[in-house]
Protein backbone atom coordinates (compact mmCIF):
# COMPACT_ATOMS: atom_id res chain seq x y z
CA UNK A 1 0.00 0.00 0.00
CA UNK A 2 1.19 3.43 -0.97
CA UNK A 3 1.62 6.59 1.49
CA UNK A 4 -0.94 8.70 2.17
CA UNK A 5 -1.77 12.41 3.34
CA UNK A 6 -3.69 11.50 6.36
CA UNK A 7 -1.20 13.13 8.80
CA UNK A 8 0.80 15.47 6.93
CA UNK A 9 2.84 17.79 8.38
CA UNK A 10 1.53 20.91 6.72
CA UNK A 11 -1.50 20.62 4.70
CA UNK A 12 -1.64 21.78 0.74
CA UNK A 13 -4.89 22.85 -1.03
CA UNK A 14 -4.62 24.77 -4.42
CA UNK A 15 -7.17 25.49 -6.88
CA UNK A 16 -6.75 24.76 -10.33
CA UNK A 17 -9.23 26.47 -13.02
CA UNK A 18 -9.07 26.00 -16.73
CA UNK A 19 -8.89 29.74 -18.33
CA UNK A 20 -11.79 28.93 -20.60
CA UNK A 21 -14.28 30.68 -19.20
CA UNK A 22 -14.65 33.92 -16.45
CA UNK A 23 -14.18 32.79 -13.10
CA UNK A 24 -17.66 31.61 -11.78
CA UNK A 25 -19.84 31.04 -8.65
CA UNK A 26 -18.86 27.31 -8.36
CA UNK A 27 -15.00 28.07 -8.91
CA UNK A 28 -15.26 31.07 -6.32
CA UNK A 29 -16.49 28.65 -3.74
CA UNK A 30 -14.20 25.53 -4.86
CA UNK A 31 -11.29 29.01 -4.18
CA UNK A 32 -12.60 29.76 -1.21
CA UNK A 33 -13.15 26.50 0.31
CA UNK A 34 -9.45 25.33 -0.24
CA UNK A 35 -8.28 28.83 1.09
CA UNK A 36 -10.17 28.36 4.17
CA UNK A 37 -8.80 24.64 4.64
CA UNK A 38 -5.46 25.70 4.28
CA UNK A 39 -6.01 28.91 6.38
CA UNK A 40 -7.52 26.89 9.18
CA UNK A 41 -4.94 24.57 9.26
CA UNK A 42 -2.02 27.01 9.11
CA UNK A 43 -1.08 25.40 5.93
CA UNK A 44 -0.55 26.82 1.97
CA UNK A 45 -2.62 27.25 -0.38
CA UNK A 46 -1.59 27.06 -4.06
CA UNK A 47 -3.31 28.48 -7.68
CA UNK A 48 -2.65 26.18 -10.72
CA UNK A 49 -3.83 27.68 -13.95
CA UNK A 50 -4.91 24.65 -16.05
CA UNK A 51 -4.16 26.72 -19.68
CA UNK A 52 -2.79 23.08 -21.56
CA UNK A 53 -6.38 23.22 -24.24
CA UNK A 54 -4.24 26.12 -25.78
CA UNK A 55 -7.50 26.52 -28.45
CA UNK A 56 -9.70 27.88 -25.11
CA UNK A 57 -7.55 28.53 -22.59
CA UNK A 58 -7.55 33.06 -23.28
CA UNK A 59 -5.37 35.73 -21.65
CA UNK A 60 -8.64 37.46 -20.76
CA UNK A 61 -9.97 34.96 -18.87
CA UNK A 62 -6.43 34.49 -16.57
CA UNK A 63 -7.25 38.28 -16.01
CA UNK A 64 -10.48 37.81 -14.29
CA UNK A 65 -9.54 34.26 -12.63
CA UNK A 66 -6.62 36.25 -10.68
CA UNK A 67 -8.54 39.36 -10.73
CA UNK A 68 -11.60 37.71 -9.40
CA UNK A 69 -9.34 35.98 -6.54
CA UNK A 70 -7.97 39.11 -5.50
CA UNK A 71 -11.53 41.33 -5.34
CA UNK A 72 -12.78 37.92 -2.83
CA UNK A 73 -9.18 38.11 -0.95
CA UNK A 74 -7.95 34.89 -1.69
CA UNK A 75 -4.31 35.29 -1.64
CA UNK A 76 -2.62 31.93 -3.01
CA UNK A 77 1.09 31.26 -1.64
CA UNK A 78 3.54 31.98 -4.22
CA UNK A 79 3.73 32.41 -7.61
CA UNK A 80 0.50 31.07 -9.56
CA UNK A 81 1.85 27.70 -11.61
CA UNK A 82 1.26 27.48 -15.23
CA UNK A 83 0.16 23.86 -16.24
CA UNK A 84 1.22 24.23 -20.06
CA UNK A 85 4.64 25.30 -19.40
CA UNK A 86 5.19 22.02 -16.87
CA UNK A 87 4.46 19.90 -20.32
CA UNK A 88 8.15 18.10 -20.30
CA UNK A 89 8.25 17.32 -17.05
CA UNK A 90 4.98 15.57 -17.54
CA UNK A 91 5.93 13.51 -20.53
CA UNK A 92 8.73 13.00 -18.48
CA UNK A 93 6.89 11.01 -16.06
CA UNK A 94 4.99 9.38 -18.66
CA UNK A 95 8.27 7.98 -20.40
CA UNK A 96 9.36 6.59 -16.75
CA UNK A 97 5.92 4.76 -16.09
CA UNK A 98 6.62 3.12 -19.70
CA UNK A 99 10.51 2.31 -18.46
CA UNK A 100 8.73 0.99 -14.89
CA UNK A 101 6.11 -0.92 -16.86
CA UNK A 102 2.72 0.78 -15.45
CA UNK A 103 2.64 2.16 -18.74
CA UNK A 104 3.26 1.20 -22.85
CA UNK A 105 3.41 2.21 -26.05
CA UNK A 106 0.12 2.03 -27.89
CA UNK A 107 0.31 1.89 -31.94
CA UNK A 108 -3.39 0.88 -32.41
CA UNK A 109 -4.99 2.83 -35.93
CA UNK A 110 -7.95 4.31 -36.25
CA UNK A 111 -9.40 1.66 -37.53
CA UNK A 112 -9.13 -0.41 -34.89
CA UNK A 113 -10.61 2.29 -32.17
CA UNK A 114 -13.34 2.21 -34.53
CA UNK A 115 -13.46 -1.26 -34.42
CA UNK A 116 -14.24 -1.26 -31.03
CA UNK A 117 -16.30 1.79 -30.66
CA UNK A 118 -18.78 0.28 -32.89
CA UNK A 119 -18.36 -3.17 -31.41
CA UNK A 120 -19.02 -1.45 -28.01
CA UNK A 121 -21.95 0.30 -29.28
CA UNK A 122 -23.90 -2.60 -31.12
CA UNK A 123 -23.31 -4.35 -27.66
CA UNK A 124 -24.57 -1.71 -25.74
CA UNK A 125 -21.59 -1.36 -23.64
CA UNK A 126 -19.59 1.63 -22.85
CA UNK A 127 -16.31 2.23 -24.62
CA UNK A 128 -13.28 0.54 -22.93
CA UNK A 129 -10.42 0.01 -25.13
CA UNK A 130 -8.13 -3.29 -24.90
CA UNK A 131 -5.27 -2.58 -26.46
CA UNK A 132 -3.38 -5.19 -28.00
CA UNK A 133 -0.62 -3.40 -27.29
CA UNK A 134 -0.72 -3.75 -23.52
CA UNK A 135 0.92 -7.06 -23.19
CA UNK A 136 2.72 -7.15 -26.38
CA UNK A 137 6.08 -7.46 -26.28
CA UNK A 138 7.84 -3.92 -27.20
CA UNK A 139 10.06 -5.39 -29.78
CA UNK A 140 7.48 -6.04 -32.05
CA UNK A 141 6.42 -2.33 -32.11
CA UNK A 142 5.95 -0.77 -35.66
CA UNK A 143 9.10 1.29 -36.02
CA UNK A 144 8.64 5.05 -36.82
CA UNK A 145 4.76 4.14 -36.40
CA UNK A 146 2.44 6.95 -34.39
CA UNK A 147 1.86 5.96 -30.62
CA UNK A 148 0.26 7.08 -27.44
CA UNK A 149 1.29 6.48 -24.23
CA UNK A 150 -1.45 4.42 -22.25
CA UNK A 151 -1.62 3.77 -18.16
CA UNK A 152 -1.75 0.10 -17.72
CA UNK A 153 -4.45 0.26 -15.41
CA UNK A 154 -5.97 -2.30 -13.10
CA UNK A 155 -8.17 -4.83 -14.08
CA UNK A 156 -8.92 -6.60 -11.53
CA UNK A 157 -10.59 -5.83 -7.95
CA UNK A 158 -11.98 -2.39 -7.06
CA UNK A 159 -11.05 1.08 -6.38
CA UNK A 160 -11.73 3.12 -2.77
CA UNK A 161 -12.31 6.30 -2.54
CA UNK A 162 -12.76 7.78 1.14
CA UNK A 163 -14.16 11.28 0.28
CA UNK A 164 -14.19 14.01 2.93
CA UNK A 165 -17.50 14.98 1.42
CA UNK A 166 -19.22 11.87 -0.31
CA UNK A 167 -18.07 9.53 1.71
CA UNK A 168 -16.93 5.89 1.16
CA UNK A 169 -17.23 5.55 -3.17
CA UNK A 170 -16.12 2.44 -4.75
CA UNK A 171 -15.74 1.52 -8.48
CA UNK A 172 -14.94 -1.52 -10.18
CA UNK A 173 -11.16 -1.34 -11.60
CA UNK A 174 -12.90 -3.10 -14.57
CA UNK A 175 -15.24 -0.41 -15.21
CA UNK A 176 -11.95 1.83 -15.96
CA UNK A 177 -9.59 1.98 -19.13
CA UNK A 178 -6.17 2.21 -19.78
CA UNK A 179 -6.42 6.22 -20.89
CA UNK A 180 -3.83 8.08 -22.80
CA UNK A 181 -1.38 9.79 -21.05
CA UNK A 182 0.88 11.38 -24.04
CA UNK A 183 -0.54 11.51 -27.41
CA UNK A 184 0.99 10.81 -30.39
CA UNK A 185 2.33 14.19 -30.57
CA UNK A 186 3.96 13.67 -27.25
CA UNK A 187 1.81 16.03 -25.43
CA UNK A 188 0.84 15.65 -21.79
CA UNK A 189 -3.46 14.75 -21.32
CA UNK A 190 -5.09 16.72 -19.27
CA UNK A 191 -5.45 13.65 -16.59
CA UNK A 192 -1.73 13.23 -16.35
CA UNK A 193 -0.64 16.78 -16.38
CA UNK A 194 -3.19 16.96 -13.27
CA UNK A 195 -1.95 14.25 -10.92
CA UNK A 196 1.87 15.03 -11.91
CA UNK A 197 0.88 18.70 -10.95
CA UNK A 198 -0.57 17.70 -7.85
CA UNK A 199 2.23 15.81 -6.47
CA UNK A 200 5.08 18.25 -7.27
CA UNK A 201 3.17 21.17 -5.65
CA UNK A 202 2.91 18.39 -2.82
CA UNK A 203 -0.66 18.82 -2.69
CA UNK A 204 -2.25 16.86 0.19
CA UNK A 205 -5.79 18.12 -0.29
CA UNK A 206 -8.04 18.07 -3.77
CA UNK A 207 -11.12 20.02 -2.94
CA UNK A 208 -12.87 20.44 -5.70
CA UNK A 209 -16.51 20.11 -7.65
CA UNK A 210 -17.94 16.62 -7.17
CA UNK A 211 -18.24 16.78 -11.34
CA UNK A 212 -14.24 15.41 -10.80
CA UNK A 213 -15.29 12.23 -8.71
CA UNK A 214 -14.92 10.13 -12.18
CA UNK A 215 -11.53 11.56 -12.21
CA UNK A 216 -10.56 11.06 -8.89
CA UNK A 217 -10.53 7.00 -9.57
CA UNK A 218 -8.46 7.45 -12.96
CA UNK A 219 -5.98 9.57 -11.55
CA UNK A 220 -5.36 7.35 -8.34
CA UNK A 221 -3.99 4.49 -10.35
CA UNK A 222 -1.72 7.10 -11.61
CA UNK A 223 -0.11 7.95 -8.13
CA UNK A 224 -0.08 4.49 -7.17
CA UNK A 225 2.14 3.61 -10.61
CA UNK A 226 4.97 6.31 -9.45
CA UNK A 227 4.46 5.22 -5.70
CA UNK A 228 3.61 8.71 -4.90
CA UNK A 229 1.24 9.75 -1.60
CA UNK A 230 -2.36 9.52 -2.65
CA UNK A 231 -4.49 12.98 -1.64
CA UNK A 232 -7.59 13.05 0.12
CA UNK A 233 -10.27 14.14 -1.64
CA UNK A 234 -13.04 16.15 -0.99
CA UNK A 235 -15.37 16.38 -4.11
CA UNK A 236 -18.20 19.63 -3.34
CA UNK A 237 -21.58 18.93 -4.90
CA UNK A 238 -22.24 21.52 -7.57
CA UNK A 239 -24.81 24.36 -7.36
CA UNK A 240 -28.26 24.64 -8.53
CA UNK A 241 -30.74 27.16 -9.13
CA UNK A 242 -33.04 28.56 -7.39
CA UNK A 243 -35.13 25.93 -9.13
CA UNK A 244 -33.24 23.09 -8.35
CA UNK A 245 -31.74 23.02 -11.75
CA UNK A 246 -27.95 22.86 -11.98
CA UNK A 247 -26.92 26.35 -12.37
CA UNK A 248 -26.89 27.88 -16.07
CA UNK A 249 -26.49 31.42 -17.15
CA UNK A 250 -30.19 32.10 -16.52
CA UNK A 251 -29.56 31.43 -13.05
CA UNK A 252 -26.58 34.05 -13.27
CA UNK A 253 -23.88 31.31 -13.77
CA UNK A 254 -21.75 34.35 -14.90
CA UNK A 255 -18.12 35.42 -14.45
CA UNK A 256 -18.29 36.83 -10.83
CA UNK A 257 -17.19 40.33 -11.65
CA UNK A 258 -20.55 40.59 -12.95
CA UNK A 259 -21.73 40.13 -8.97
CA UNK A 260 -19.44 43.49 -8.45
CA UNK A 261 -20.21 45.43 -11.53
CA UNK A 262 -23.89 44.78 -11.90
CA UNK A 263 -25.39 44.21 -9.25
CA UNK A 264 -23.03 45.79 -6.84
CA UNK A 265 -21.69 43.53 -4.62
CA UNK A 266 -19.28 43.67 -1.92
CA UNK A 267 -16.62 40.96 -2.06
CA UNK A 268 -17.02 39.83 2.19
CA UNK A 269 -20.91 39.60 1.57
CA UNK A 270 -19.73 37.32 -1.32
CA UNK A 271 -17.57 35.59 0.49
CA UNK A 272 -20.05 34.82 3.28
CA UNK A 273 -22.79 33.92 0.83
CA UNK A 274 -20.30 31.20 -0.92
CA UNK A 275 -19.19 29.99 2.53
CA UNK A 276 -23.23 29.38 3.39
CA UNK A 277 -23.72 27.97 0.02
CA UNK A 278 -22.70 24.08 1.13
CA UNK A 279 -20.74 24.64 4.37
CA UNK A 280 -22.87 25.34 7.69
CA UNK A 281 -21.96 26.19 11.39
CA UNK A 282 -25.32 25.92 13.21
CA UNK A 283 -27.88 28.36 11.89
CA UNK A 284 -24.95 31.05 11.85
CA UNK A 285 -25.73 33.36 8.72
CA UNK A 286 -23.14 36.50 9.23
CA UNK A 287 -19.99 34.76 9.46
CA UNK A 288 -16.73 37.02 9.01
CA UNK A 289 -13.24 35.87 7.48
CA UNK A 290 -11.73 35.41 10.46
CA UNK A 291 -15.03 33.51 12.26
CA UNK A 292 -14.56 31.12 8.76
CA UNK A 293 -11.30 30.76 9.03
CA UNK A 294 -11.66 29.60 12.47
CA UNK A 295 -14.11 27.28 12.07
CA UNK A 296 -14.14 25.91 8.39
CA UNK A 297 -13.70 21.99 8.58
CA UNK A 298 -14.49 19.62 5.53
CA UNK A 299 -17.29 17.24 7.98
CA UNK A 300 -19.24 20.69 7.50
CA UNK A 301 -19.57 21.01 4.11
CA UNK A 302 -23.14 18.79 2.85
CA UNK A 303 -23.88 16.43 0.64
CA UNK A 304 -26.23 17.15 -1.30
CA UNK A 305 -26.60 20.51 -3.93
CA UNK A 306 -26.84 24.05 -3.08
CA UNK A 307 -29.09 26.19 -3.97
CA UNK A 308 -28.40 29.90 -5.80
CA UNK A 309 -30.60 32.35 -3.97
CA UNK A 310 -30.08 36.21 -5.02
CA UNK A 311 -32.47 37.45 -2.56
CA UNK A 312 -30.06 36.02 0.47
CA UNK A 313 -27.23 37.77 -1.45
CA UNK A 314 -28.95 40.76 -1.69
CA UNK A 315 -30.00 40.51 2.05
CA UNK A 316 -26.29 39.75 3.35
CA UNK A 317 -24.68 42.85 1.00
CA UNK A 318 -27.61 44.79 2.80
CA UNK A 319 -25.55 43.92 6.06
CA UNK A 320 -22.12 44.41 4.43
CA UNK A 321 -22.97 47.55 3.34
CA UNK A 322 -24.18 48.91 6.54
CA UNK A 323 -21.00 47.54 8.21
CA UNK A 324 -19.15 48.90 5.90
CA UNK A 325 -16.69 52.01 6.34
CA UNK A 326 -18.00 55.01 5.03
CA UNK A 327 -15.31 56.67 3.19
CA UNK A 328 -14.66 53.26 1.38
CA UNK A 329 -18.21 53.09 0.25
CA UNK A 330 -17.67 56.84 -1.04
CA UNK A 331 -14.90 55.61 -3.32
CA UNK A 332 -16.43 52.97 -4.40
CA UNK A 333 -19.77 54.31 -5.81
CA UNK A 334 -17.90 57.66 -7.07
CA UNK A 335 -17.15 55.79 -10.05
CA UNK A 336 -20.79 54.50 -10.76
CA UNK A 337 -22.48 57.57 -10.00
CA UNK A 338 -19.84 59.61 -11.51
CA UNK A 339 -19.05 61.86 -8.07
CA UNK A 340 -16.51 64.12 -7.71
CA UNK A 341 -17.01 65.14 -4.37
CA UNK A 342 -16.00 61.72 -1.53
CA UNK A 343 -15.89 63.98 0.57
CA UNK A 344 -19.63 64.98 0.50
CA UNK A 345 -20.42 61.33 -0.34
CA UNK A 346 -18.90 60.45 3.08
CA UNK A 347 -20.45 62.76 5.08
CA UNK A 348 -23.97 61.60 3.86
CA UNK A 349 -22.71 57.72 3.59
CA UNK A 350 -24.36 57.04 7.69
CA UNK A 351 -27.75 57.89 6.15
CA UNK A 352 -27.48 56.69 2.68
CA UNK A 353 -26.35 53.14 3.35
CA UNK A 354 -29.14 52.65 6.20
CA UNK A 355 -31.35 52.16 2.64
CA UNK A 356 -28.86 50.85 0.19
CA UNK A 357 -29.53 46.37 -0.53
CA UNK A 358 -26.41 47.24 -3.31
CA UNK A 359 -23.70 49.36 -4.32
CA UNK A 360 -25.73 50.53 -7.23
CA UNK A 361 -28.60 51.53 -5.08
CA UNK A 362 -26.49 53.65 -2.86
CA UNK A 363 -25.56 55.51 -5.76
CA UNK A 364 -28.72 56.24 -7.02
CA UNK A 365 -29.53 57.04 -3.73
CA UNK A 366 -27.38 59.75 -4.01
CA UNK A 367 -27.78 61.23 -6.97
CA UNK A 368 -29.96 63.91 -5.56
CA UNK A 369 -26.35 65.45 -3.55
CA UNK A 370 -25.29 66.13 -7.41
CA UNK A 371 -28.56 66.95 -8.57
CA UNK A 372 -28.30 70.49 -10.29
CA UNK A 373 -31.10 73.15 -10.31
CA UNK A 374 -33.34 73.04 -11.50
CA UNK A 375 -34.27 69.46 -11.11
CA UNK A 376 -35.61 66.97 -13.03
CA UNK A 377 -38.73 65.63 -11.39
CA UNK A 378 -39.71 61.73 -11.60
CA UNK A 379 -43.68 61.13 -12.08
CA UNK A 380 -44.35 61.11 -8.27
CA UNK A 381 -42.16 63.92 -7.43
CA UNK A 382 -44.44 66.10 -10.05
CA UNK A 383 -47.63 64.54 -8.74
CA UNK A 384 -46.57 66.40 -5.14
CA UNK A 385 -45.60 69.44 -6.39
CA UNK A 386 -49.01 70.61 -7.52
CA UNK A 387 -52.16 71.14 -5.66
CA UNK A 388 -51.24 73.87 -2.28
CA UNK A 389 -47.27 72.71 -2.20
CA UNK A 390 -46.24 75.89 -3.84
CA UNK A 391 -47.93 77.57 -0.98
CA UNK A 392 -46.13 75.70 1.40
CA UNK A 393 -43.11 75.91 -0.47
CA UNK A 394 -43.41 79.88 -0.19
CA UNK A 395 -44.20 79.50 3.73
CA UNK A 396 -41.22 76.78 3.90
CA UNK A 397 -38.40 79.11 2.48
CA UNK A 398 -39.68 82.00 4.51
CA UNK A 399 -39.33 79.59 7.84
CA UNK A 400 -35.76 77.93 6.84
CA UNK A 401 -34.36 81.59 5.51
CA UNK A 402 -34.80 82.74 8.88
CA UNK A 403 -32.81 79.34 10.62
CA UNK A 404 -29.07 81.11 11.77
CA UNK A 405 -27.80 77.84 12.89
CA UNK A 406 -28.41 75.32 9.91
CA UNK A 407 -28.85 71.92 12.40
CA UNK A 408 -30.95 69.04 12.19
CA UNK A 409 -32.61 70.37 15.90
CA UNK A 410 -33.20 74.22 14.10
CA UNK A 411 -34.75 72.63 10.96
CA UNK A 412 -36.81 70.46 12.50
CA UNK A 413 -37.85 73.03 15.00
CA UNK A 414 -38.81 75.15 11.84
CA UNK A 415 -40.23 72.59 9.39
CA UNK A 416 -42.99 71.76 12.18
CA UNK A 417 -43.84 75.41 12.97
CA UNK A 418 -44.25 75.28 9.71
CA UNK A 419 -46.51 72.57 9.42
CA UNK A 420 -48.39 73.98 12.64
CA UNK A 421 -49.23 77.57 11.86
CA UNK A 422 -50.77 75.51 7.92
CA UNK A 423 -52.99 73.88 9.99
CA UNK A 424 -50.80 70.26 8.57
CA UNK A 425 -49.77 67.21 9.16
CA UNK A 426 -45.59 67.30 9.54
CA UNK A 427 -45.69 64.50 6.38
CA UNK A 428 -47.82 66.62 4.18
CA UNK A 429 -45.16 69.37 4.52
CA UNK A 430 -42.42 66.77 4.34
CA UNK A 431 -43.64 65.08 0.65
CA UNK A 432 -43.63 67.96 -0.64
CA UNK A 433 -40.59 69.25 0.38
CA UNK A 434 -38.87 66.11 -0.22
CA UNK A 435 -40.21 66.15 -3.73
CA UNK A 436 -38.45 69.49 -4.17
CA UNK A 437 -35.26 68.81 -2.73
CA UNK A 438 -34.45 65.26 -4.50
CA UNK A 439 -36.67 65.00 -7.19
CA UNK A 440 -38.21 61.87 -5.73
CA UNK A 441 -40.89 60.80 -3.54
CA UNK A 442 -38.23 58.72 -1.18
CA UNK A 443 -35.11 59.84 0.14
CA UNK A 444 -33.39 59.39 3.51
CA UNK A 445 -34.85 61.74 6.22
CA UNK A 446 -35.75 65.36 5.26
CA UNK A 447 -33.90 67.00 7.99
CA UNK A 448 -30.97 64.62 7.18
CA UNK A 449 -31.11 66.21 3.49
CA UNK A 450 -31.25 69.95 4.57
CA UNK A 451 -28.28 69.41 6.46
CA UNK A 452 -26.40 67.71 3.35
CA UNK A 453 -27.85 70.08 0.66
CA UNK A 454 -26.51 72.82 3.36
CA UNK A 455 -28.57 76.43 3.65
CA UNK A 456 -28.31 78.29 0.06
CA UNK A 457 -28.57 75.12 -2.32
CA UNK A 458 -31.31 74.20 -0.02
CA UNK A 459 -33.70 77.30 -0.46
CA UNK A 460 -32.73 77.59 -4.18
CA UNK A 461 -34.25 73.92 -4.55
CA UNK A 462 -37.45 75.21 -2.58
CA UNK A 463 -37.35 78.51 -4.47
CA UNK A 464 -38.13 76.66 -7.76
CA UNK A 465 -40.92 74.98 -6.80
CA UNK A 466 -42.45 77.17 -4.80
CA UNK A 467 -45.62 79.97 -5.40
CA UNK A 468 -43.99 83.57 -6.02
N1 LIG B 1 -9.08 22.48 -14.19
C1 LIG B 1 -10.21 21.79 -13.66
C2 LIG B 1 -11.45 22.65 -13.79
O1 LIG B 1 -11.33 23.85 -13.96
C3 LIG B 1 -10.03 21.45 -12.20
C4 LIG B 1 -9.16 20.28 -12.01
C5 LIG B 1 -9.04 19.86 -10.57
O2 LIG B 1 -9.45 20.60 -9.67
O3 LIG B 1 -8.50 18.78 -10.36
O4 LIG B 1 -12.53 22.14 -13.75
Known amino acids: MSATNDNPATIVTRFAPS ?10 RTALFNWLYARHHGGTFLLRIEDTDRARSTQPAIDAILGGLKWLGLDWDGDAVFQFARADRHAEVAHQMVASGHAYRCYMTA ?43 PRDGATTIEDRVQGSVTVQNAELDDLILLRSDGTP ?13 GVTHVIRGDD ?37 KR ?54 PSRFDLKKLENLNGHYIRAADDARLAALIAPIGGYADTELLTRAMPVLKARAANLNELS ?41 QWDQEALEAAVRQVAEAQGVKLGQVAQPLRAALTGRKTSPGIFDVLALLGKEESLGRIADRMAV
Open 19 to 28: PTGYLHLGGA
Open 251 to 304: HGAVGIEAYRDELGILPEAFDNYLLRLGWGHGDDEIISREQATEWFDLAGVGKS
Open 111 to 153: EEITAQREAAQAAKQPLRIRSPWRDADPATAPAGQPFVVRLKA
Open 364 to 404: EGARFLFAHRPLDLDQAASDLLGGTAPQLLAALHAALDAVQ
Open 212 to 248: HLNNAFRQLPIYKANGWPEPIYAHIPLIHGTDGAKLS
Open 189 to 201: TYMLAVVVDDHDM
